[in-house]
């Protein structure tokens, strides 16, 4: 069975001094992109070394995960990947019956 695509990337290992415009123009190239998030500690807002870029289609994030995986930048060797795609999230005590 062939793994299904998707046109979302998970990017690690980035750089405390990496940007979200700097994540854009690293990225821009390979396709249209949807989406730029740098993922950041809420209470310090500093960047917490991962981030997401969303494309348009599955071929340019495919694209740009076998042209920039592995790659140093702002010296550090990053990680791109798919992201994994989550389904609903359901709080951990919730229960089916909550009659009572």
Known sequence: MAKRLCSEL???RLS?????????RLF?????????RLIK????????????????????A????KALN????DGRLIFVEFAQS????KAPDSR???SG
Do not use: H, M, Q
């Open 10 to 12: 998970f990017v690690s």
């Open 16 to 24: 405390f001094y990496t940007t979200e415009e700097g994540l854009r």
């Open 28 to 36: 821009s190239p390979f396709g249209s992109i949807k989406e730029v």
């Open 41 to 60: 500690d809420p209470s310090t807002r500093r960047p917490k070394g991962f981030g997401f870029v969303a494309y348009e289609s599955e071929v340019e």
């Open 62 to 65: 495919d694209r740009a995960l």
């Open 70 to 73: 592995g790659r140093i930048v």
């Open 86 to 89: 989550r389904g609903p999230e």
């Open 96 to 98: 089916e019956d909550a």
